[in-house]
């Protein structure tokens, strides 16, 4: 009894199957495979030897288990011959049209079931992804080409055609037949050769093969266990996913360079493998059992190696190792420290030279393999010949010079993540280059007053910047020890730009037409000589120009900076570091008085600290960066001073008559109003029932924080304001 079953979409609902024989049945509303039958009833009707019998469906008759003489016209069924499908006991089989071969109907998910008509007919011949549907439903693989792209034998029809001229006949030929219910062009992926520009076929051919479990079992454990680390460890994974779901290796290539397969076929069938022509001849006798056998009667096999056979043995070839086995050389180099490479390679080139390494020398071919990222267009595609996108290097470093590219490449290349190429990168490192050489010229345009002593700003100077250069490079050296190279480089750039050009060179710089003394010159000196030793993997050429300038150096004994050690103490002065951040807010609030206020630098200000001054001791850098004539503590601002907050600590800035009373009020009216609207704006926002039930926890904490910060500078611009008109 079949009571709610559902087959392949067709519904059975209410009858009995007993002895054969189907009776007082009715089907309504059924429908099978997307073709309805609608309105039809079988009433006392025998189904007596797979056979019906009494009973004409319009055309229809069920015979052996086939169904045959039905179409479908729009909601009808008349009188035409469906051949497409057929009932074989257990499976369904479909008739390719013309050829009309029967092949079974399959379920996979691998088909796109919005795409087209949601079928795909499965050639496991003709295409890598069906021979691999068809390795897994054991179906057979017909190979239809002959080597020069005609259809062969197997094809049963068009043979002798070329493949191009039969797509286009069999499109006329199966809508000739009434086969073809439309057309449709769309997009799809065709391989072309880069060299011929023909299209590529795929195609079943006999080829050698190594197989990889043995050598995926010896690879996977060292990676797995960080002995042989990558950086990033996220393509761990990546390997580990193709380690332990390895294929084995086809190691053979159709071309005419390369190692030639050192396999020989028998006059009589079979082969031997050999490293030599001698050596093969040897083992073909010992293996036919015919001494008489000469080389004449071998055939060495056409086919090249794969060039990634060859570049796996690269870490030992290089030294000779298989050819002569622990030699000097490769017993001092072997294994080396580092591989830096791409991540589209792991599979190609790093796995494999891993599992050589091992195979053949014992061990890891390196200890560490660092991924680059894939450098891609603004547009995120992959440069390529095709689409044009790829500059020319040399152009690049015409116009922005070696070091130029190199630095603005490296500082936008975090490990294994992908670089969004523009001509910007380039033009910032050249900003960077530019950069260095004015800070050499301002130092090196000095005089040297060996008669002045160090003044007290370029005594703290010295002490501060010595830290601050001590605490980047172990910064860096960390960074280096992780293989975050690009981080390692922003911090020695934020190091130079500025912590020592916009601050240090300031507070040292002596006065115009004055000598600097040569305590605080030696020391500048040294840090750079620091800077230029840090900056030198990332910038060779300008760091090595700069440094060879520094000083009278010894050409003739190779004296370079490429070979010259890095010695930096590791001392550092965290609270006098931290300190000077808060000197450093003192002074940009200055500045920013100046700014606003539209007063010129060489007009000195007075300073007043409200209550007790916690940077005391810098009181000479302030000064002198900032243009004091004192610095004082105060309990009360005075009158109309323009005010700011460092920490928990008030500064004023009293102005007097050096700013143009009413318009500054008219200013800072202006810019009350701006941010007046501006705060309505945020509160009708956070007013909004719905925004605050559905927005993130992130965008209201946000939202409240533009909040205070308006009703903070609204309160401030409202009491200047105020002192203004008082005043």
Known sequence: EWNGMEWNGMKCNGFNSIAMEWNRMEWNGMEWNGMEWNGMECLQTEWNGKEWNQHEWKGMEWKGMEWNGMVRNRTEWNELEWNGMEWNGMEWNGIVPLVNRVIPVIEDDYVDIEFGTGCLKVTPAHDVNDYMLGEKYNLPSIDIFNDNGTLSEAAGLYIGMDRFDVRKQIEKDLDAAGLLEKTEAYTNKVGYSERTNVVIEPKLSMQWFLKMQHFADMALPPVMNDELKFYPAKYKNTYRHWMENIKDWCISRQLWWGHRIPAYFLPEGGFVVAATPEEALAKAKEKTGNAALTMDDLRQDEDCLDTWFSSWLWPISLFDGINHPGNEEISYYYPTSDLVTGPDIIF???????????????????????????????????????????????????????????????????????????????????????????????????????????????????????????????????????????????????????????????????????????????????????????????????????????????????????????????????????????????????????????????????????????????????????????????????????????????????????????????????????????????????????????????????????????????????????????A
């Open 348 to 726: 190609f080139w790093v796995a494999r030279m891993i599992m050589a390494g091992y195979e053949y020398e014992g061990k890891m071919p390196f200890k560490n393999v660092y991924f680059t990222g894939i450098v891609r267009d603004k547009l995120g595609r992959k440069m390529s010949k095709s689409l044009g996108n790829s500059p020319d290097p040399l152009e690049l470093i015409d116009k922005y010079g070696a070091d130029g590219v190199r630095m603005g490449m490296m500082l936008a290349a975090p490990a294994g993540n992908d670089i969004l190429f523009d001509d910007a990168l380039c033009e910032q490192g050249r900003n960077f280059c530019s950069k260095i050489w004015n800070a050499f010229r301002l130092i090196k345009g000095w005089t040297v007053d060996d008669n002045i002593q160090a003044p007290d700003a370029a005594k703290l100077a010295v002490h501060w910047f010595e830290s601050k250069q001590n605490e980047v490079a172990a910064e860096v050296a960390d960074l280096f020890s992780k293989y975050r190279l690009s981080e390692a480089l922003m911090a020695v750039y934020k190091l130079f730009w500025d912590e020592f050009s916009s601050w240090y060179l300031e507070m040292i710089k002596p006065a115009y037409g004055q000598g600097i003394d040569r305590t605080t010159y030696d020391a500048t000196l040294c840090f750079l000589d620091n800077l230029l030793h840090l900056l030198h993997p990332f910038m060779p050429f300008i760091t090595e120009e700069l440094w060879q300038q520094m000083y009278e150096r010894n050409a003739e004994e190779g004296e370079s900076l490429m070979v010259s050690a890095l010695s930096m103490d590791i001392y550092v002065d965290t609270a006098f570091v931290a300190q000077f951040e808060v000197v450093k807010g003192v002074i940009s609030n200055i500045r920013s008085i100046r700014l606003q206020k539209n007063i010129a630098q060489k007009e000195p200000l007075d300073l007043q600290v409200l209550g007790e001054n916690p940077v005391a001791e810098f009181n000479a850098v302030i000064q002198k960066m900032c243009n004091l004539s004192s610095i004082t503590v105060v309990e009360s601002k005075a009158e109309g001073a323009s005010s700011f907050m460092v920490g928990t600590t008030e500064y004023a800035v009293p102005l007097g008559n050096m700013i143009d009373v009413e318009a500054e009020i008219a200013r800072m009216e202006a810019e009350l109003k701006h941010k007046e609207g501006f705060l309505q704006g945020v509160l009708k926002k956070l007013s909004n029932e719905k925004f605050v039930n559905n927005a993130p926890a992130a965008v209201l904490e946000m939202e409240r924080k533009k909040q205070a910060d308006a009703e903070s500078i609204i309160s401030s611009l409202k009491e200047s304001i105020a002192a203004l008109k008082k």
